[in-house]
Nanobody, 124 residues
Framework: QVQLVESGGGLVQAGGSLRLSCAAS????????MGWFRQAPGKDREFVAR????????DYANSVKGRFTISRDNAKNTMYLQMNSLKPEDTAVYYC?????????????????WGQGTQVTVSS
């Protein structure tokens, strides 16, 4: 069992930056691939980024590539999402998720554990 808690969301102006954190409980964090997803009002949950067990494989949605950076610190049981050059269309609730697969997935149905979400609002 893994429990995930996101933090770091907030209100920022377009062009600004935020760093989200996802703290995981348990002793086997390094055996889970991790992902970030987001959901805007009235829209489906969409893939943002994923990172493999070791952190050696990174993958991003085209909409955030070059602006967002996913990383993890297995010693601290924590994953991060550095978000730069934020746009109003990045406004959403951001969720972190964990899966036992080595590389993770772009599909939210493949993830076993979810955090409660953190709101990111980007004003124009």
């Amino acid at each position: 069992q893994v429990q995930l808690v996101e933090s770091g969301g907030g209100l920022v102006q377009a062009g600004g930056s935020l760093r989200l954190s996802c703290a995981a409980s348990g002793h086997t964090f390094n055996r889970y691939a991790m992902g970030w997803f987001r959901q805007a009002p009235g829209k489906d949950r969409e893939f943002v980024a994923r990172i493999s067990w070791s952190g050696g494989m990174l993958d991003y949605a085209n909409s955030v590539k070059g602006r967002f950076t996913i990383s993890r610190d297995n010693a601290k049981n924590t994953m991060y999402l550095q978000m730069n050059s934020l746009k109003p269309e990045d406004t959403a609730v951001y969720y972190c998720a964990a899966t036992k697969s080595v590389l993770g997935s772009r599909s939210y149905v493949d993830y076993d554990y979810w955090g409660q979400g953190t709101q990111v609002t980007v004003s124009s």
